[in-house]
T-cell receptor, first 110, second 116 residues
Framework: DAGITQSPRYKITETGRQVTLMCHQT?????MFWYRQDLGHGLRLIYY???????DKGEVPDGYVVSRSKTENFPLTLESATRSQTSVYFC?????????FGSGTRLTVV | AQSVAQPEDQVNVAEGNPLTVKCTYS??????LFWYVQYPNRGLQFLLK??????LVKGSYGFEAEFNKSQTSFHLKKPSALVSDSALYFC??????????????FGKGTKLSVKP
């Protein structure tokens, strides 16, 4: 199916563990984004990518790493998870000033 | 710096009444403005956007928004609210990250509650 999919939908991990959130889009959009959603903050940009192998930091990048070896995939890695990274994570892709979001991953760090 | 403000954390409306969800923005240059809706445990769904042209923008599910440059506002409206409109609504403006495409900068969201 065409669209943007995130996996897993839910994840519980322990403090200090590495965890990777996956994002896949089928439109071949050049631009992709990772946001986190927290109560009282709305959505904040973590990282973005303008094309394969081109990534850059957003507003709140500390503790996160991204890669984009293929246009359709944009994984987000928490290198050593902390409780402050408990959040809902959204991936988005964009073209022609239209932004489409995935269903999100709810991550809990215990 | 670009920013978006949604002054109301929650808006309560009776079914059948008109609804307004407020949004003000601060940008340098011409704004690109967006409204999204989020239902519980779901992703963000696009409602409408203003890029240029007519100040009144019509979107999905009967929603519309009016761009007011002098008041730097982009309020979301609907003539007759439905219980199914109850959700979290986000206003967004295009930001500076992401080169020519730009990222979206979001307000904190307004919870809309429509009572029967």
């Amino acid at each position: 199916d065409a669209g943007i999919t995130q996996s897993p939908r839910y994840k519980i991990t322990e403090t200090g563990r590495q965890v990777t959130l996956m994002c896949h889009q089928t439109w071949s959009h050049s631009y992709m984004f990772w946001y986190r959603q927290d109560l009282g903050h709305g959505l904040r940009l973590i990282y973005y990518s303008a094309a394969a192998d081109i990534t850059d930091k957003g507003e709140v990048p500390d503790g996160y790493v991204v890669s984009r070896s293929k246009t359709e995939n944009f994984p987000l890695t928490l290198e050593s998870a902390t409780r402050s990274q408990t959040s809902v994570y959204f991936c988005a892709s964009s073209a022609d000033r239209t932004y489409t979001f995935g269903s999100g991953t709810r991550l809990t760090v215990v | 710096a670009q920013s978006v403000a949604q002054p109301e954390d929650q808006v309560n409306v009776a079914e059948g009444n008109p609804l307004t969800v407020k949004c003000t923005y601060s940008v340098s240059g011409n704004p690109y403005l967006f409204w999204y809706v989020q239902y519980p445990n779901r992703g963000l769904q696009f409602l409408l956007k203003y890029i240029t042209g007519d100040n009144l923008v019509k979107g999905s599910y009967g929603f519309e928004a009016e761009f007011n440059k002098s008041q730097t506002s982009f309020h979301l409206k609907k003539p007759s609210a439905l219980v199914s409109d109850s959700a979290l609504y986000f206003c967004a403006v295009r930001g500076n990250y992401g080169g020519s495409q730009g990222n979206l900068i979001f307000g904190k969201g307004t919870k809309l509650s429509v009572k029967p």
